[in-house]
């Protein structure tokens, strides 16, 4: 059974730089960040530096902050949207894995309550869920999307969503513990962020697009020399990740226009990312791009994949995106790997600076 074709449709953002993809996506670009020093504090008293959304309250629990993020994406996403056609669309939230310290792995039924009450949305909900799979939940459940639509050919498309949060005590605490915190004596750490995103994905591209955007490629891996082990990384896992997604997407590696990752800091994933590359790469060519959230957003776990998806997203539709093909990447620290190709039309021409 060939994959059922996906397109963008519409995207939505929350963060602590905006409450669009639009938004958030021009503050992307600009480079903007939110970092400021907060009111939790290190083992040493020092307060840690973290990327807030300001728009929830500092007291929020990480369940509350969660929902309230999520609820803004998906609300952007299916602005315009009649409520029959909402009904008709379910909603696949990527979140924490069940492991990682204060994260939040399950948002159902607590989502759909939060829609409807606080948003006045109504998705499909039989068949909507979570995937509690870290970093590469995002890109997981574009491909259990996918699934959904093969199944169900009535089904006109579904809202993909990926939420997380490291704005609590616990999630902090165990960065903390894991060496992973950026802090003045650590600068191979990460800066805790929090962030939802929302695709709405259709079997094609809406009418009248000027710019339709497919998801053409999607590719996973498993990378078995993680920080905790004693293997030499080579970036298998990763490139793995990549080549199925450009086969999928009938793209040579050479012909990608720009790269989007979810790399937050620490050198690992930056290392990662050149041998995943370098596995692929048999020509001689200029740099690809690499365009990073994390240097904006901090650490956004779960939800770093849609975001990277929705950025790349908006870039093309606003003509500031190097070129048509964009790869997508994403590592949890368990060894997952997940990648995707996005594709803008062949005339896809940029319209300004990246």
Request: charged letters at 20%; glycine letters at 12%; one cysteine or more.
């Amino acid at each position: 059974m060939s994959a059922t074709p996906l397109y963008v449709a519409a995207a939505g953002m929350a963060c602590p730089l905006g409450l669009s993809a639009e938004s958030a996506g021009a503050a992307l670009r600009a480079r903007m960040n939110r970092f400021k020093r907060s009111r939790f504090h290190d083992d040493d008293g020092a307060p840690i530096v973290l990327s807030e959304a300001t728009t929830l309250a500092p007291e929020s629990r990480r369940e509350e902050r969660a929902l309230g993020l999520l609820g803004m994406a998906v609300a952007s996403a299916v602005r315009g949207l009649e409520e029959g056609e909402l009904a008709h669309l379910p909603l696949v939230v990527g979140t924490s894995a069940p492991e990682r310290p204060g994260g939040v792995p399950e948002v159902f039924p607590q989502a759909l309550e939060h829609l409807q009450r606080g948003h006045g949305l109504r998705p499909e909900g039989t068949l909507s869920r979570s995937l509690a799979l870290g970093n590469t939940a995002g890109l997981r459940a574009l491909a259990e999307a996918r699934l959904l639509l093969t199944r169900h050919p009535r089904l006109p498309g579904c809202l993909v969503a990926a939420v997380d949060t490291f704005i609590n005590a616990t999630s902090l605490d165990g960065l903390l513990r894991q060496g992973r915190l950026l802090r003045p004596d650590n600068s191979d750490g990460v800066i805790p962020g929090e962030a939802a995103a929302c695709l709405l994905v259709t079997r094609g591209p809406p009418r009248d697009d000027a710019c339709p955007l497919r998801l053409a490629g999607l590719g996973f891996g498993q990378e078995r020399a993680t920080p905790e082990s004693d293997e030499p990384l080579r970036g298998l896992g990763l490139a793995r990740a990549y080549r199925e997604a450009l086969a999928e997407g009938g793209v040579d590696v050479a012909d990608v226009d720009f790269r989007v990752a979810d790399a937050s800091g620490e050198g690992y994933g930056f290392k990662e990312l050149s041998l995943a590359l370098s596995r692929l790469l048999h020509t001689r060519r200029e740099s690809t791009p690499l365009w990073l959230p994390a240097e904006s957003l901090g650490e956004t776990g779960a939800a770093s994949g849609l975001v990277a998806l929705a950025w790349a997203s908006m870039a093309m539709r606003h003509g500031y995106a190097p070129g048509p093909r964009a790869l997508i990447s994403t590592s949890d620290s368990a060894g997952g790997r997940a990648a995707a190709l996005l594709r803008g039309p062949d005339t896809y021409a940029p319209r300004g600076m990246p």
